[in-house]
């Protein structure tokens, strides 16, 4: 029987070790939201505090901090919520996936800044260069992680090759997107961001038809 001191592997069913990854997870994600919240602030009244006009020229100057919250807020949520489907289908983690996850946290931790900048930078080429990289970034991590967990056999019902390669490609797909919205933004901008819907449309109907059926859960 391994020590718990040299142990790599985590069941879900020990509970504590599995749970506090998820926890753990669960409050980066919280708190890159409000971090993403609290750059807002509280609009501050040059003058007679009491006037409409100029509360309400104050509230406007915030629409780039409020954008900002709101792009942040689309992609924590999209983040978070394939996150929270993927951890559901693994029946433990091991010493690499916990080592993946951090990585891929890092990530989601530092998505107030790459999208405050697209926010309030929008027409810039550089702002949504930046946030192309770094939304690609997010998505490999997505695949190592799919990888690791995959290799590890660490699904309650492992993959067969055909439908790991199916999800391995829908993480990159988004990659591929956002990296070739980059020339795109020095165009145009609004043609780069045209095309991470545009994209990703095409990408999710080409793989729809290499749709491979999901594992069976183990009875």
């Known amino acids: 029987m391994a020590s718990v001191w040299t142990r790599t592997y985590y ?4 509970g504590v070790a599995f ?32 006037s409409v006009s100029a509360l309400w020229d104050v509230v406007v100057d915030k629409g780039p901090a409020v954008t900002a919250f709101v792009v942040a807020f689309i ?7 394939a996150n929270h489907r993927f951890v559901m289908t693994l029946r433990g983690m091991d ?9 891929y946290l890092a990530l989601i931790a530092l998505l107030p800044i790459p999208a405050g900048l697209l926010g309030e930078f929008w027409g810039n080429p550089l702002a949504v260069s930046l946030f192309s990289v770094y939304a690609a970034a997010v998505s490999a991590m997505e695949v190592a992680l799919f990888t690791v967990a995959y290799k590890s056999k660490l699904f309650i019902a492992q993959p067969s090759r055909e439908f ?5 490609l829908g993480s990159l797909s988004p990659v591929l997107v956002f990296l070739t919205s980059i ?34 859960d183990p009875s």
Do not use: H
Request: charged share 15%; hydrophobic share 55%.
């Open 164 to 168: 790991a390669k199916v999800q391995v």
């Open 19 to 50: 749970d506090r990854v998820i926890f753990f997870s669960d409050a980066v994600f919280a708190i890159a939201l409000t971090l993403a919240a609290v750059e807002i602030g509280i609009p501050e009244v040059e003058g007679d505090p009491n």
């Open 183 to 216: 020339p795109l933004a020095f165009v145009s901008t609004t043609l780069a961001l045209v095309w991470w819907v545009v994209g990703s449309v095409l990408a999710g109907q080409l793989l729809s038809r290499m749709s491979a059926p999901p594992p069976e």
């Open 11 to 14: 069941p879900r069913e020990d």
């Open 95 to 103: 010493s690499r996936y916990v080592l993946a996850t951090l990585v």
């Open 75 to 81: 992609w924590v949520a999209i983040y978070w919520r």
